[in-house]
């Protein structure tokens, strides 16, 4: 499917179930996702409805090898990592982030619920400060740190997307199809390198502002080099 023929199914709502996928899926979870589907946002579920829905509210156990592990040393230290990180590494992570299938995003899903203390669908930042303070000691400047960083949209609150990204540096294998991902986000003419250009439209689209890009793009064009790209 050509990706524009993609983009208008998407504006206009439309899609199908693939039976052979599909087969062996609980109703539960179809229910689910159909509720998600929904063009307009009045007949679309809430954070707190999804939250509430039985194929959640259930718990049901992960498959095999997909087991969610809850929240721990490892999770703060990814979180403290990511935060020390260039806003341009950050920005990659995000990008690998959205390319994460169900399995491996399973794997930190626990850790995220236990931040997300109201059960809202996203974390605050005074429960990610209770959590971090009563539990591993971790200081409010630090907690602050950590959560300005997670919080990519600037909105004073925690997605589970923004939270994933977190998880690339250490909880989450980083693998060849992340990799490849993400060299394709950011190579929009396919040209087989990333230039700087290709560098300041992504990130300009992504960040709160061409500043910010612009900064950004500051050392990377130095480490570029005189061609102005990296392969």
């Known amino acids: 499917m050509a990706e524009e023929e993609t983009e208008?199914?998407?504006?206009?709502?439309r899609f199908k179930y693939d039976a052979r996928k599909w087969n062996g899926v609980s109703k539960s979870s179809f229910d689910f996702v159909s509720k998600l589907l929904q063009r307009d946002p009045d007949q679309r579920?809430?954070?707190?409805?999804?939250l509430a829905h039985p194929w959640v509210a259930e718990r049901e156990q992960f498959p095999s090898g997909t087991e969610s592990a809850g929240l721990d040393a490892s999770v703060v230290h990814s979180l403290a990592e990511y935060s020390r990180a260039s806003k341009?590494?950050?920005t990659?992570?995000?990008?690998m982030a959205w390319s994460l299938n169900n399995a491996e995003m399973a794997e930190v899903r626990e850790a995220f619920m236990e931040l997300d203390v109201q059960k809202t669908g996203a974390i605050q930042l005074?429960?990610?400060k209770s959590v971090l303070e009563e539990r591993f000691n971790i200081c409010d400047e630090e907690t602050r740190k950590?959560?300005?960083?997670?919080?990519?949209?600037?909105?004073?609150?925690?997605?589970?997307?923004?939270?994933?990204?977190?998880?690339?540096?250490?909880?989450?294998?980083?693998?060849?199809?992340?990799?490849?991902?993400a060299f394709q986000r950011y190579d929009e003419d396919d040209s087989g390198y990333i230039s700087v250009e290709n560098l300041r439209q992504v990130?300009?689209?992504?960040?709160?502002?061409?500043e910010t890009a612009e900064e950004m793009l500051s050392g990377v064009s130095v480490f570029a080099g005189a061609e102005q790209r990296v392969s």
């Open 88 to 90: 341009f590494r950050r």
């Open 126 to 128: 005074h429960q990610l």
């Open 45 to 50: 579920m809430t954070a707190e409805q999804a």
């Open 203 to 210: 990130l300009t689209e992504s960040l709160d502002s061409p």
């Open 92 to 95: 990659c992570m995000q990008v």
């Open 8 to 13: 208008l199914n998407i504006l206009n709502g």
């Open 146 to 181: 950590i959560f300005e960083a997670l919080d990519s949209s600037n909105n004073e609150e925690v997605g589970y997307s923004e939270f994933l990204a977190a998880m690339m540096s250490s909880r989450i294998q980083v693998h060849e199809d992340l990799v490849r991902a």
